[in-house]
């Protein structure tokens, strides 16, 4: 059976742990691992069929199959390169991180030499599917605008780079305009979905972001629209926010653990 390891233990760690031990992840959860050693420790207590370890990520990935980064940008830096190193796969929730060339040619360099494979769910957003198929055509642009509620990007840095007040917004206001590039290093913790679009499609000088902090609105929505040689589609997600974090949003835990699904099951469905 697949021996997943699980690196960052906040609400999509504890989200994919659970699914693992309660089965609709076939597969053993064999270590976890997080900066803060306390939230790993109360995380590894809460399992009825599997106890992880808390493992360092040099040991973790020498009893591996496929590790789970769902911690920050900086820890793919950190985690990704070793775990390929290693042999495991790797599924990458920051993907944000990316965004960086040099680091992404790393990463695609050792899956290809080690055999090994690196997935990146479809988080937060819909579509993903058209994208990819009309990406094999022509694309002519792709946008995402999200639209959270103002304290869900409170800590970005361009929220705190530029000082900007988030309670005193009292209408919509858009804060942010360019390419995701820009967006992943200006809101890393909100807009890592930006940067799957950009891998899927047109890449992240192409892919335009917009972000919009809403007073109106009580749920994280992403707006795509894709515009090719195939024709044009849009969609449109309004996410309920998770309540342990309020920036990610549920539908991005979800995704998560139907991607190990997918992994772990015979049957593939979708494109
Ligand atoms: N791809 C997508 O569509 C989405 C991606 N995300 C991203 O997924 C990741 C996980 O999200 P979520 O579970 O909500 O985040 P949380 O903040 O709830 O949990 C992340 C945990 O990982 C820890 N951590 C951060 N960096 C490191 C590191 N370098 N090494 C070890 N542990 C680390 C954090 O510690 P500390 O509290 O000290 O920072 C925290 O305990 C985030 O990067 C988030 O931006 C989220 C939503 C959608
Ligand atoms: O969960 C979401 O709404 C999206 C998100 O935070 C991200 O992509 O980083």
């Given at each position: ?5 699980v690196?960052?233990?906040?609400t999509?760690g ?6 693992i031990?309660e ?5 053993e959860?064999?270590a976890?691992?997080d ?8 995380l590894?207590?809460?399992?009825s ?10 040991k973790?990935?020498k ?10 940008q900086?820890?793919?830096?950190d985690?990704v ?8 796969d790797?599924?990458?929730l ?5 965004a ?11 899956a ?9 769910p ?8 058209g994208?990819?198929s009309?990406s ?6 792709v946008t ?5 509620p103002p ?5 970005s ?5 530029n000082?900007?007040d988030l309670?005193?917004?009292s209408?919509?206001t ?11 290093k200006a ?16 890449g992240?000088?192409?892919t ?5 902090a809403?007073p109106?609105?009580?749920r994280n929505i992403?707006e795509?629209t894709?515009k090719?040689?195939f ?6 997600v ?6 342990a974090?309020p ?7 979800l995704?998560a ?13 979708g494109?």
């Amino acid at each position: 059976m697949l021996r997943i390891g699980v690196v960052g233990c906040g609400t999509i760690g504890r989200g994919i742990c659970r699914a693992i031990d309660e089965g609709v992840v076939k597969a053993e959860l064999i270590a976890v691992y997080d900066r803060n050693a306390c939230d790993a420790e109360k995380l590894r207590g809460q399992f009825s069929r599997f106890s992880p370890e808390f493992m360092e990520i040099a040991k973790m990935v020498k009893h591996i199959d496929l590790l789970v980064e769902c911690a920050s940008q900086e820890a793919v830096h950190d985690v990704v390169p070793l775990a390929l190193t290693s042999h495991c796969d790797v599924l990458i929730l920051s993907v944000g991180a990316l965004a960086d060339e040099g680091l992404r040619n790393r990463i695609e360099e050792l899956a290809s030499e080690n055999s090994c494979k690196v997935y990146l769910p479809s988080g937060a957003i819909a579509g993903l599917d058209g994208l990819k198929s009309a990406s094999i055509g022509e694309i002519h642009s792709v946008t995402i605008t999200t639209r959270k509620p103002p304290q869900g990007l409170a800590g970005s840095p361009f929220v705190v780079m530029n000082n900007i007040d988030l309670d005193s917004i009292s209408d919509a206001t858009v804060l942010f305009e360019g390419p995701a590039k820009d967006a992943v290093k200006a809101f890393p913790a909100n807009v890592n979905v930006a940067a799957t679009l950009s891998v899927a499609g047109i890449g992240f000088e192409r892919t335009l972001v917009r972000v919009i902090a809403d007073p109106s609105v009580t749920r994280n929505i992403h707006e795509i629209t894709v515009k090719g040689a195939f024709g044009e589609f849009s969609s449109k997600v309004e996410n309920v926010p998770s309540p342990a974090n309020p920036k990610t949003s549920y539908l991005a835990q979800l995704s998560a653990i139907a991607t190990l699904k997918k992994i772990s099951s015979p049957l593939q469905v979708g494109t």
